[in-house]
């Protein structure tokens, strides 16, 4: 997600990619530490919901690797 923020074509992205790289490196740290992630899976979600970017190829990109991450943690 990191190499997404600095490919962005697009500055009014950024901030927005910046929640989301936090919000992701929260959850990540949370697994690392055996600590329960399930509420902030649902807050991510969330934070998904209701932003967007501008630069709708790295939505998508973006996107697709958090759901590819949440099946993961499903398997």
Known sequence: MA???FDSHRAED???LNLYLA???KIL???ELGISIEKDIDSH???WGHT???DK???NVLYKKWV???ETLQN
Do not use: V
């Open 3 to 5: 190499i997404s923020i």
């Open 14 to 16: 950024r901030s927005t």
């Open 23 to 25: 919000d992701s490196a």
């Open 29 to 31: 740290a949370k697994i």
């Open 45 to 47: 979600e969330r934070l």
């Open 52 to 54: 967007w970017l501008i």
């Open 57 to 59: 190829n790295s939505h």
């Open 68 to 70: 590819d991450f949440k």
